[in-house]
């Protein structure tokens, strides 16, 4: 089984800053993708920001410039530091990652976390 596991959530003011993390761990025979997506209430999931594992990024258009993805590869973790978090920030934050175990590494699947909470509040 693989797992994936997301901390760093919190409240923070609006202009400040937090750094989420996301650890995948169990059976991993490959990771192809790793993410973080947002949902904030009444709306629907939307990603954030993706890193492949070949190194490439992506990112919402709305998020560039003030979010990074980054990861640390010997530990199979993804960070995603947020700067300039606004109110509209404020959601439920998911890890995702795009996994094939070991008794199945022809056939990645997605895993998710289970998600942290961001507040972004005066």
């Known amino acids: 089984q693989v797992q994936v596991v997301e901390s760093g959530g919190g409240l923070v003011q609006p202009g400040g800053s937090l750094r989420l993390s996301c650890a995948a761990s169990g059976s991993i025979f490959s990771i192809y993708v790793m993410g973080w997506y947002r949902q904030a209430p009444g709306k629907q999931r939307e990603l954030v920001a993706t890193?492949?594992?070949?190194?490439?990024?992506s990112y919402a258009d709305s998020l560039k410039g003030r979010f990074t993805i980054s990861t640390e590869n010997a530990k199979n973790t993804v960070y995603l530091q947020m700067d300039s978090l606004k109110p509209e920030d404020t959601a439920v934050y998911y890890c995702?990652?795009?996994?094939?175990?070991?008794?199945?590494?022809?056939?990645?699947?997605?895993?998710w976390g289970q998600g942290t909470q961001v507040t972004v509040s005066s």
């Open positions: 995702n990652g795009v996994v094939s175990a070991r008794d199945s590494e022809n056939t990645p699947r997605n895993y």
């Open positions: 890193l492949s594992s070949s190194g490439r990024t």
